[in-house]
């Protein structure tokens, strides 16, 4: 049944602030750390006082590079820095460093998934460097907002999409694999929570099939991937039912109140020219060369995307097992490691996503800490493969006993334990004898009909073995004996 909202489309464009884990700040010496005592990551430089010089980071330009390479963007040669003047109480300096007419990275894209599954580039306008401000503190008392100026100067890249996101579900996915992929880089930990990943979203609807585009709203104050989408949400809802009840869209920037899940006004949206931007005076031009940009290239990780592409066109896996694998980088590096040394992918798979990752999550630690080594487990799967041991032998006994000595094989414990499993065809007819032995009338119920009684049989025969009997030639053999 269709409603007033299905004749209009939203258009969405979102700009990500990402923190760099750089050491220092973006134009000072001072520290560049989260949870920090307040105002003690200061000094003159952060606070503006007159006489004091920025200086670049020269790691920060190396990380937006590579920010920018990861998505396709091109890499402005020639480049200076702009002030932002605006007056805000944890902005010190009363301006921000950033850039405006050059861009570190301008076009670009990211891949993401619609509502329906397939596969979408979002284009991206471009992606500057600029400085973190201050944070304002209105919980602690209960009279002032208390300013915290550890943050001003904090270096971050902003990643601004063109409007082609087309609603909640697409904008929380690109948010996602903007976070996937400064994690994969290791230049921001994407931690939402803590603020090192902010997202802004301008939001407008028109009619379907319009030309124009309607009125925007820039909402803030998004702490989580799911708060980005139940603000578009709210903000798509409201614009809609004040279009249909004849009232115009103010152009404004709202916050987004995650305890009801609205949207409020909080200021007039201010124009580009309110900001006064101009060359900023104290740092020279920057020439990114192409010789640096081959540089940056090397350091390059594997990309998520290459990879998911990868596990399913070449290795063949389900689009949920690359998801899987490709969702964190150190476990996606970990699987890499184990296909170098087996063919086996759907099996490597399994092993990662589901025997590795539950004993990660059991424990409560990173596959950095996990004691067994990607080559071990591919030879666990080998020897499955080989026929040497059984599934259930393999990760109920052989992995705890390889976490607990990292240093052997998995071979020399399946030795060393007597797990070697049966293959001989002669001893598993002796054992399959016995089994069928212990139930003569089930046996004439199976021959009757009642085919569901393999199951015991096959149990009588695997304990009778202590586990070690074949199972593929042992259900095999068994199905043969009880046909004659």
Known sequence: MSTIYDKYEAVIGLEIHAQLQTNTKAYSSDKNEYGATPNTNVSVVTLGHPGTLPMYNKTAINFAVKMGLACDSKITQDMIFARKNYFYPDLPKGYQITQDETPICTGGKILIKTEDGQDKEVALTRIHLEEDAG???????????????????????????????????????????????????????GNMEEGSLRCDANVSVMLKGAKKFGNRTEVKNMNSMRNVQKAIEFEIKRQIDLIEQGETIVTETRSFNAVNGSTVSMRSKEAANDYRYFPEPDLQPIQVTQEYVEGVKKQMPPLPHFLFKKYTQEYGLSEYDANVLTDDKSIALYFEEVTKNTTNFKSASNWVTVTVKSYLNEKAIEINEFPVSPKQVADIIDLIDAGKISNSIASQKIFPMLIESPSKTALQIAEENNLIQNS??????????????????????????KKGLLGLFMGEVMKLSQGKADPKMASKNLKEFLEK
């Open 135 to 189: 944070k304002s503190i209105h919980d602690l008392d209960p009279y002032n907002t208390l300013i915290d100026l550890n943050r001003a100067g904090v270096p971050l890249i902003e990643i601004v999409s063109e409007p082609e996101i087309k609603s909640p579900v697409e904008a929380y996915n690109y948010v996602t694999e903007v976070r996937r992929l400064v994690r994969y880089l290791e230049i921001c930990d």
């Open 424 to 449: 001989n065809a002669d001893e598993i007819t002796e054992l399959i004898e016995k089994a069928l032995s212990k139930f003569p009338d089930k046996v004439e119920e199976y021959k009757a009909g």
